[in-house]
């Protein structure tokens, strides 16, 4: 199957501050990826659907100017989490849809906002 | 849009047991079903997958079954082993001929004593 990296795969910072998560698709030409979050004893909530050249799809609820999309190609989608608070602390992982029905999943990045 | 609900939360059994973790959706048009296996701190990873064409799919000591009418789908682990301890997850999509969205059951906790 297809392999999928993730960076970092750990960072603290502080409230207010942004961070950036890269996923990365190894092998693949990456047209769509989706992001999802994870809360600790939680299931996994898809965030969004991004797209490679074009704007991301976001689930209801998950608000667009706070999680910043980018998939401008086909091996690289990041996830920018802006101003950043400790209720955004959780893991966060990426996956390639590869146009058939699995996904391939990134091994996570685990956020804490302090 | 898709709901999946998964029981139980939790299960615990003795090595060598038979585990057995339900899943129901709610959207008729889904037609791929797919199990994970998570350990604490990891990425989801795929153990088994069906598809609504098929009733049931085995693979060694996990099988799946599946009844479109009643929209349920179940895990069977048999002979379990302690390292089949972790979270497991079924999820639901709907397959379009491009990349789809899963929407995952709560998880089932899963731990096998000696």
């Known amino acids: 199957g297809a392999v999928v990296s993730q960076h970092p795969s750990r960072v603290i910072c502080k409230s207010g501050t942004s961070v950036k998560i890269e996923c990365r698709s190894l092998d693949f030409q990456a047209t769509t990826m989706f992001w999802y979050r994870q809360f600790p004893k939680q299931s996994l909530m898809l965030m969004a659907t991004s797209n490679e050249g074009s704007k991301a799809t976001y689930e209801q609820g998950v608000e667009k100017d706070k999680f910043l999309i980018n998939h401008a190609s086909l091996t690289l989608s990041t996830l920018t989490v802006t101003s950043a608070h400790p209720e955004d602390s959780s893991f966060y992982i990426c996956s390639l849809g590869t146009g058939g029905n699995e996904q391939y999943f990134g091994p996570g990045t685990r956020l804490t906002v302090t | 849009g898709e709901n999946v609900e998964q029981h139980p939360s939790t299960l615990s059994v003795q090595e060598g047991d038979s585990a057995v973790i339900k899943c129901t959706y709610s959207?008729?048009?889904?037609?791929?079903f797919p199990w994970y296996k998570q350990e604490l701190g990891k990425r989801p990873q795929l153990i088994i997958d069906?598809?609504?064409?098929?009733g049931e799919k085995k693979d060694q000591r996990i099988a799946v079954t599946l009844n479109k009418t009643a929209k349920h789908f179940s895990l069977h682990i048999t002979e379990t082993q302690p390292e089949d301890s972790a979270v497991y997850f079924c999820?639901?999509?709907?397959?379009?001929?491009?990349?789809?969205?899963?929407?995952f059951g709560t998880g089932t906790r899963l731990q096998v004593t000696l």
């Open positions: 999820a639901a999509s709907f397959h379009t001929g491009t990349a789809s969205k899963l929407t």
């Open positions: 069906i598809r609504s064409n098929v």
């Open positions: 959207d008729s048009a889904s037609n791929y």
